[in-house]
């Protein structure tokens, strides 16, 4: 195992995903318990981002090499959800009763969804290329 791996930036980004998968899973759960009728597509997303984000934060903090794959695939699927809904959100704001996670490019967790899976693509580069040299 390569321990730099969990030091510095790496144990932060850890760290920040394991928030956001608890945050993203406790309002998930909260909005479709209680709420689903009244935005089924925002409260399915929500849940769709709590597992991408249970998913990275395991393959990022997971010491095995395997795992590298899982995590870049999850990290891109945050990108691509993170822009397509925000996207979505901006143009088409009646697909989205009340918001997900991704609106407005996760403007309710102050825009941390949108700058976490740039770093996350470039930590994983960045990481890898470390242990290549």
């Known amino acids: ?22 945050a993203a899973t406790g309002r998930s759960f909260v909005q479709i318990v209680q709420r689903f009728d009244e935005a089924p597509l925002a409260y ?7 597992v991408v984000y249970i998913v990275a934060t395991v393959a990022l903090a997971s010491p095995r090499d395997a795992w590298r794959r899982v ?24 697909l989205f009763a009340h918001d ?12 941390i969804p949108a700058v976490l899976p740039f770093l996350g693509l470039w930590w994983l580069r960045a990481s890898s290329e470390r242990v290549a040299a």
């Open 1 to 22: 195992m390569n321990e730099r791996k969990h030091a510095g930036i790496g144990r932060v980004l850890i760290a920040v995903y394991a928030v956001l998968a608890m």
């Open 44 to 50: 399915s997303l929500s849940a769709v981002a709590a």
């Open 71 to 94: 995590a870049l695939a999850a990290v891109c699927f945050e990108l691509v959800g993170v822009l397509v809904v925000g996207t979505l959100s901006l143009v088409a704001p009646e």
């Open 100 to 111: 997900s996670v991704w609106s407005y490019f996760g403007m309710g967790y102050l825009f």
